[in-house]
T-cell receptor, first 111, second 116 residues
């Protein structure tokens, strides 16, 4: 059974800092790894998807890496902004789309 | 195409009542998923459909819960005899499963249920 853990549970940083969110998973036979953003009371917005054969994906100021052998993924956010404040969720996916989520990291970027 | 649509966005009901949520996936997406998210937790898988066929149900989906996707387009999730423990955000997602399957899921805004 896949289990996903995210560290830290909460993070508060000043604007402009680069930061790393961590995600670990127990079953290395994942099909993909997805990172999502969730604003309070809202649904999930997909940020990055990394296939099991890939090592990383980049979109703008975001970079996600995947190391299946160690069961880890990281989300790197460069030059953080107050608008980045949200909960970030990672999820390990199977080939048929079933996702197992971590509990999320609550990020606060203060001006 | 406006993405995955869920209705209603918020539902407040009394314990024992029945509630139904509707999800309209992205058009041409053949897979549809339901997840439940309680406060401070990540979403948990409930069930998924490929077209109209329900292919997997989580043990979280008790016999008071039923999901349908009658024509392979929109889906409904019904909760009968609601309990306070059913209070949560119910999230719907869809994906396109095919030869070049990336497995990427697209989520709706969710339906928040409060059982008094």
């Amino acid at each position: 059974k896949q289990e996903v853990t995210q560290i830290p549970a909460a993070l508060s940083v000043p604007e402009g800092e680069n930061l790393v969110l961590n995600c670990s998973f127990t079953d290395s036979a994942i099909y993909n790894l997805q990172w999502f953003r969730q604003d309070p009371g809202k649904g999930l917005t997909s940020l990055l998807l990394i296939q099991s054969s890939q090592r990383e994906q980049t979109s703008g100021r975001l970079n996600a890496s995947l190391d299946k052998s160690s069961g880890r993924s990281t989300l790197y956010i460069a030059a953080s902004q107050p608008g980045d404040s949200a909960t970030y969720l990672c999820a390990g996916g199977t080939s048929y789309g079933k996702l197992t989520f971590g509990q999320g990291t609550i990020l606060t970027v203060h001006p | 195409d406006t993405g995955v649509s869920q209705d209603p966005r918020h539902k407040i009901t009394k314990r024992g009542q029945n509630v139904t949520f509707r999800c309209d996936p992205i058009s041409e997406h053949n897979r549809l998923y339901w997840y439940r998210q309680t406060l401070g937790q990540g979403p948990e898988f409930l069930t998924y459909f490929q077209n109209e066929a329900q292919l997997e149900k989580s043990r979280l989906l008790s016999d008071r819960f039923s999901a349908e996707r009658p024509k392979g387009s929109f889906s409904t999730l019904e909760i009968q005899r609601t309990e306070q423990g059913d209070s949560a955000m119910y999230l719907c997602a869809s994906s396109l499963f095919g030869r070049s399957n990336t497995g990427e899921l697209f989520f709706g805004e969710g339906s928040r249920l409060t059982v008094l």
